[in-house]
């Protein structure tokens, strides 16, 4: 009896713990997405100043400058891309959510839940993919835009 009791007791810490650690998931990815949208902004920014600064405009901004604003711009684009198949994920989890709480997975709308979760997992892998080269992007970005920034002082 007291090993039912043990176990339970193991089985609601585990679930506690698995909200836990799924917030601090989704915090962490939030925070993601906000520093790579915030990092290329201000990296567009810098050159932005460093064109205003140090050309005018009888001078051409060098090919390097260009190449990163581009690098960035298209960083912040896959991220925001990233986003609405993040809210596709969310979408679909909550109306399976919704089933599992009603216990209403019978024959008619299982299809749709388990078409659901094969539409979690495709988004999922196209999110991870985007954040992924929004990410490189945004370092390639920032290393061109520090390398010239570095080459004219």
């Known amino acids: 009896m007291e090993d039912s009791k043990y176990l339970e007791l193991k089985r609601e810490l585990s679930k506690e713990k698995y909200k836990i650690v799924w917030q601090s998931y989704l915090y962490s990815n939030q925070r993601w997405d906000l520093m790579l949208v915030a990092i290329s902004s201000a990296g567009i920014y810098a050159i932005a100043e460093i064109a205003k600064t140090f050309y005018n405009k009888s001078q051409i901004l060098p090919l390097e400058f260009k190449v990163s604003v581009v690098l960035?711009?298209?960083s912040i684009i896959l991220n925001f891309i990233s986003q609405y198949f993040s809210i596709k994920i969310h979408k679909d989890d909550m109306i399976n959510a919704y089933y599992?709480?009603?216990?209403?997975i019978s024959e008619e709308n299982e299809k749709e839940y388990n078409?659901?979760?094969d539409q979690i997992m495709k988004n999922?892998?196209?999110v991870n993919?985007?954040?992924k080269y929004s990410m490189y992007t945004m370092i390639i970005g920032i290393i061109v835009l520090i390398v010239k920034g570095v080459s004219i002082f």
């Not at 599992?100 to 209403?104: G, H, M, N, S, Y």
Request: hydrophobic share 40%; net charge positive.
């Open 115 to 117: 078409k659901n979760v």
């Open 100 to 104: 599992e709480i009603l216990q209403k």
């Open 124 to 126: 999922d892998k196209t």
């Open 129 to 131: 993919r985007l954040t």
């Open 72 to 74: 960035l711009m298209i």
